[in-house]
Protein backbone atom coordinates (compact mmCIF):
# COMPACT_ATOMS: atom_id res chain seq x y z
CA UNK A 1 0.00 0.00 0.00
CA UNK A 2 1.11 2.98 -1.29
CA UNK A 3 1.52 6.15 1.31
CA UNK A 4 2.68 9.60 1.45
CA UNK A 5 2.48 11.37 4.82
CA UNK A 6 2.13 14.75 5.45
CA UNK A 7 1.36 17.25 8.52
CA UNK A 8 -1.56 18.88 8.14
CA UNK A 9 -1.13 21.60 10.13
CA UNK A 10 -2.41 24.18 9.91
CA UNK A 11 1.43 26.15 9.48
CA UNK A 12 1.36 29.53 10.36
CA UNK A 13 4.42 31.43 9.16
CA UNK A 14 5.07 35.67 9.45
CA UNK A 15 4.98 37.34 5.94
CA UNK A 16 8.25 37.19 4.26
CA UNK A 17 10.02 34.64 6.03
CA UNK A 18 10.72 30.83 4.81
CA UNK A 19 7.72 28.34 4.69
CA UNK A 20 8.91 24.78 5.36
CA UNK A 21 6.87 21.98 4.30
CA UNK A 22 7.57 18.09 4.62
CA UNK A 23 6.73 14.70 3.18
CA UNK A 24 7.65 11.34 3.54
CA UNK A 25 6.68 8.15 0.96
CA UNK A 26 6.33 4.42 1.77
CA UNK A 27 7.11 3.27 -1.51
CA UNK A 28 10.82 3.11 -2.96
CA UNK A 29 9.73 2.30 -6.26
CA UNK A 30 7.99 6.29 -6.36
CA UNK A 31 10.12 7.87 -9.22
CA UNK A 32 8.51 11.07 -9.60
CA UNK A 33 7.40 13.84 -7.02
CA UNK A 34 4.75 16.63 -6.86
CA UNK A 35 3.46 19.77 -5.34
CA UNK A 36 0.63 21.02 -5.58
CA UNK A 37 -1.30 23.81 -4.55
CA UNK A 38 -5.07 23.97 -3.56
CA UNK A 39 -7.19 27.15 -2.64
CA UNK A 40 -10.19 26.31 -0.84
CA UNK A 41 -12.96 25.19 -3.15
CA UNK A 42 -10.20 24.82 -6.21
CA UNK A 43 -8.72 22.31 -8.32
CA UNK A 44 -5.07 21.27 -7.49
CA UNK A 45 -2.72 23.18 -9.17
CA UNK A 46 1.12 22.08 -9.78
CA UNK A 47 3.60 24.29 -8.23
CA UNK A 48 7.12 22.44 -8.47
CA UNK A 49 7.93 19.27 -9.96
CA UNK A 50 11.14 16.94 -8.91
CA UNK A 51 12.89 14.03 -10.16
CA UNK A 52 16.32 13.45 -9.06
CA UNK A 53 17.63 13.74 -5.62
CA UNK A 54 18.55 17.19 -4.79
CA UNK A 55 17.20 20.43 -5.17
CA UNK A 56 15.18 22.07 -7.86
CA UNK A 57 14.75 26.21 -7.56
CA UNK A 58 11.51 27.80 -9.23
CA UNK A 59 11.70 31.37 -8.13
CA UNK A 60 10.30 31.63 -4.36
CA UNK A 61 9.95 28.16 -4.55
CA UNK A 62 12.78 25.24 -3.79
CA UNK A 63 11.84 21.80 -3.65
CA UNK A 64 14.20 19.09 -2.30
CA UNK A 65 14.20 15.30 -2.76
CA UNK A 66 16.08 12.67 -0.62
CA UNK A 67 15.19 9.42 -2.08
CA UNK A 68 17.30 7.28 0.61
CA UNK A 69 15.34 8.71 3.34
CA UNK A 70 12.06 9.07 1.03
CA UNK A 71 12.03 12.12 1.84
CA UNK A 72 10.57 15.08 -0.32
CA UNK A 73 10.03 18.90 0.79
CA UNK A 74 8.59 22.40 -0.55
CA UNK A 75 10.55 25.68 1.04
CA UNK A 76 8.90 29.00 0.03
CA UNK A 77 11.03 32.07 0.81
CA UNK A 78 9.44 35.43 0.96
CA UNK A 79 6.26 33.80 2.02
CA UNK A 80 3.27 35.94 1.15
CA UNK A 81 -0.38 36.23 2.00
CA UNK A 82 -1.55 34.58 -1.39
CA UNK A 83 0.89 31.82 -0.69
CA UNK A 84 -2.01 30.87 2.07
CA UNK A 85 -3.34 27.54 0.85
CA UNK A 86 -3.36 23.70 1.26
CA UNK A 87 -0.30 22.04 -0.14
CA UNK A 88 -0.37 18.71 -1.66
CA UNK A 89 2.50 16.35 -1.95
CA UNK A 90 2.38 13.65 -4.42
CA UNK A 91 4.40 10.82 -6.08
CA UNK A 92 4.14 8.15 -8.79
CA UNK A 93 5.75 5.41 -10.07
CA UNK A 94 6.80 6.05 -13.64
CA UNK A 95 8.16 4.31 -16.76
CA UNK A 96 4.28 3.29 -18.50
CA UNK A 97 1.76 1.81 -17.21
CA UNK A 98 -0.22 2.54 -14.07
CA UNK A 99 1.20 5.92 -13.26
CA UNK A 100 -1.84 7.42 -11.66
CA UNK A 101 -0.61 10.15 -8.05
CA UNK A 102 -0.72 8.96 -4.25
CA UNK A 103 -1.36 12.00 -2.70
CA UNK A 104 -0.87 13.02 1.25
CA UNK A 105 -3.64 14.94 3.01
CA UNK A 106 -2.22 18.12 2.34
CA UNK A 107 -0.39 20.54 4.76
CA UNK A 108 -2.97 24.01 5.10
CA UNK A 109 -0.54 27.13 5.04
CA UNK A 110 -1.22 29.98 6.62
CA UNK A 111 0.54 33.07 5.86
CA UNK A 112 -0.30 35.87 8.85
CA UNK A 113 0.31 39.86 7.23
CA UNK B 1 -4.64 26.47 -24.53
CA UNK B 2 -8.12 25.04 -22.91
CA UNK B 3 -7.75 23.55 -19.53
CA UNK B 4 -9.90 20.10 -18.61
CA UNK B 5 -13.46 20.68 -18.37
CA UNK B 6 -16.27 19.22 -16.06
CA UNK B 7 -19.62 19.63 -15.53
CA UNK B 8 -21.58 19.89 -13.94
CA UNK B 9 -19.79 21.56 -11.30
CA UNK B 10 -22.24 21.17 -8.48
CA UNK B 11 -24.42 18.23 -7.45
CA UNK B 12 -27.15 17.05 -5.07
CA UNK B 13 -28.64 13.59 -4.66
CA UNK B 14 -30.47 11.33 -2.65
CA UNK B 15 -29.39 8.49 -1.33
CA UNK B 16 -29.82 5.39 -3.86
CA UNK B 17 -29.86 7.63 -6.77
CA UNK B 18 -27.54 7.24 -9.83
CA UNK B 19 -25.18 10.53 -10.99
CA UNK B 20 -22.90 11.02 -13.83
CA UNK B 21 -20.28 13.25 -14.50
CA UNK B 22 -18.39 15.03 -17.70
CA UNK B 23 -14.44 15.37 -18.11
CA UNK B 24 -12.97 16.52 -21.58
CA UNK B 25 -9.01 16.58 -21.26
CA UNK B 26 -6.70 18.93 -22.81
CA UNK B 27 -6.03 18.29 -26.21
CA UNK B 28 -3.79 15.44 -27.02
CA UNK B 29 -3.45 14.11 -23.73
CA UNK B 30 -4.01 10.26 -24.17
CA UNK B 31 -3.88 10.07 -20.48
CA UNK B 32 -7.11 10.85 -18.11
CA UNK B 33 -7.39 10.28 -14.61
CA UNK B 34 -10.58 10.01 -12.63
CA UNK B 35 -10.04 11.01 -8.70
CA UNK B 36 -11.76 11.47 -5.37
CA UNK B 37 -11.61 14.34 -2.71
CA UNK B 38 -13.14 13.92 0.37
CA UNK B 39 -13.19 17.02 2.86
CA UNK B 40 -10.28 17.43 4.07
CA UNK B 41 -7.78 14.42 2.43
CA UNK B 42 -5.85 14.70 -0.58
CA UNK B 43 -7.41 13.50 -3.85
CA UNK B 44 -7.41 9.54 -4.43
CA UNK B 45 -7.35 7.53 -7.82
CA UNK B 46 -10.14 5.86 -8.82
CA UNK B 47 -9.60 5.12 -12.08
CA UNK B 48 -7.22 6.06 -15.45
CA UNK B 49 -7.62 5.39 -18.82
CA UNK B 50 -4.98 5.41 -21.48
CA UNK B 51 -6.71 6.32 -25.09
CA UNK B 52 -10.04 4.45 -24.35
CA UNK B 53 -8.32 1.26 -22.49
CA UNK B 54 -8.57 0.97 -18.58
CA UNK B 55 -5.07 0.75 -17.23
CA UNK B 56 -5.90 1.07 -13.61
CA UNK B 57 -9.03 0.66 -11.77
CA UNK B 58 -7.66 -0.71 -8.18
CA UNK B 59 -9.58 1.82 -6.27
CA UNK B 60 -12.71 1.99 -8.11
CA UNK B 61 -15.80 0.38 -6.34
CA UNK B 62 -16.96 -1.20 -8.49
CA UNK B 63 -20.32 -2.55 -7.53
CA UNK B 64 -21.61 1.26 -7.58
CA UNK B 65 -19.11 3.22 -9.81
CA UNK B 66 -18.40 3.17 -13.53
CA UNK B 67 -16.22 4.71 -16.00
CA UNK B 68 -15.96 4.98 -19.40
CA UNK B 69 -13.87 6.73 -21.90
CA UNK B 70 -15.78 5.25 -25.59
CA UNK B 71 -13.59 7.23 -28.24
CA UNK B 72 -10.10 7.91 -26.66
CA UNK B 73 -10.98 12.10 -25.55
CA UNK B 74 -14.34 12.68 -23.12
CA UNK B 75 -14.95 10.52 -20.37
CA UNK B 76 -18.05 9.71 -18.00
CA UNK B 77 -17.94 8.53 -14.73
CA UNK B 78 -20.82 7.39 -13.23
CA UNK B 79 -22.37 6.42 -9.71
CA UNK B 80 -25.56 3.86 -9.25
CA UNK B 81 -27.04 4.25 -6.49
CA UNK B 82 -25.01 6.68 -4.40
CA UNK B 83 -24.85 6.58 -0.69
CA UNK B 84 -23.77 8.85 1.93
CA UNK B 85 -19.89 8.45 2.17
CA UNK B 86 -19.91 9.10 -1.54
CA UNK B 87 -19.96 12.86 -1.18
CA UNK B 88 -16.73 14.47 -2.56
CA UNK B 89 -15.31 16.16 -4.94
CA UNK B 90 -15.28 14.65 -8.87
CA UNK B 91 -11.75 15.52 -10.18
CA UNK B 92 -10.82 14.89 -13.75
CA UNK B 93 -7.23 15.15 -14.68
CA UNK B 94 -5.18 14.70 -17.71
CA UNK B 95 -1.46 14.40 -19.06
CA UNK B 96 0.89 13.88 -22.10
CA UNK B 97 3.95 13.38 -20.37
CA UNK B 98 4.68 13.01 -16.22
CA UNK B 99 2.65 16.27 -15.03
CA UNK B 100 -0.97 15.83 -14.85
CA UNK B 101 -3.54 18.72 -14.92
CA UNK B 102 -6.86 19.28 -12.98
CA UNK B 103 -10.44 20.28 -13.93
CA UNK B 104 -12.33 22.60 -11.39
CA UNK B 105 -14.17 19.76 -10.24
CA UNK B 106 -17.55 18.51 -9.40
CA UNK B 107 -18.82 18.84 -5.77
CA UNK B 108 -21.46 16.10 -4.89
CA UNK B 109 -23.32 16.17 -2.18
CA UNK B 110 -25.55 12.96 -0.84
CA UNK B 111 -28.26 13.47 1.08
Known amino acids: QKEVEQNSGPLSVPEGAIASLNCTYS??????FFWYRQYSGKSPELIMS????GDKEDGRFTAQLNKASQYVSLLIRDSQPSDSATYLC?????????????FGKGTHLIIQP | EAGVAQSPRYKIIEKRQSVAFWCNPISGHATLYWYQQILGQGPKLLIQ????????DSQLPKDRFSAERLKGVDSTLKIQPAKLEDSAVYLC?????????FGQGTRLTVV
Open chain 2, 49 to 56: FQNNGVVD
Open chain 1, 50 to 53: IYSN
Open chain 1, 90 to 102: AVKMTGGGADGLT
Open chain 1, 27 to 32: DRGSQS
Open chain 2, 93 to 101: ASSQTLVAF
